[in-house]
């Protein structure tokens, strides 16, 4: 059973930084794609992140790019998320998601199955 754990989220002022990591247990993809997601209250949820694990190829849109880094860790199974800059309007529960992917196109991204209980993080002005 594919089990995905978020950690790192929390109050940070705006303009600072924090870090998120997703360990991943019980995955037997050889190809898969890790997606960070936020959902905001009263929002749509919103993809903020996708990475590859066969090629490291990633997606961000233009909402968090420049200012969001993921990375992947295919021997840990785990994920990070790197959000510097951080503003008000980035304050969210932030889930990361998985599944069997070939690559990390916004399409297969977005229709990832596997996901965590997802972890605060609450920027403040």
């Known amino acids: 059973e594919v089990h995905l754990e978020e950690s790192g989220g929390g109050l940070v002022q705006a303009g600072g930084s924090l870090r998120l990591s997703c360990a991943a247990s019980g995955f037997t993809f050889d190809e898969y794609a890790i997606a960070w997601f936020r959902q905001a209250p009263g929002k749509e949820r919103e993809l903020v992140s996708c990475i590859s694990s066969v090629d490291g190829s990633t997606y961000y849109p233009q909402s968090v790019k420049g200012r969001f880094t993921t990375s992947i860790d295919i021997y840990k199974n785990t994920a990070e998320l790197q959000m510097n800059s951080l503003e008000p309007g980035d304050t969210a529960v932030y889930y990361c998601?998985?599944?069997?992917?070939?690559?990390?196109?916004?399409?297969?991204?977005?229709?990832?199955?596997?996901w965590g209980q997802g972890t605060l993080v609450t920027v403040s002005s």
């Open positions: 998601a998985a599944d069997n992917a070939a690559s990390a196109t916004i399409t297969r991204c977005k229709h990832l199955d596997y």
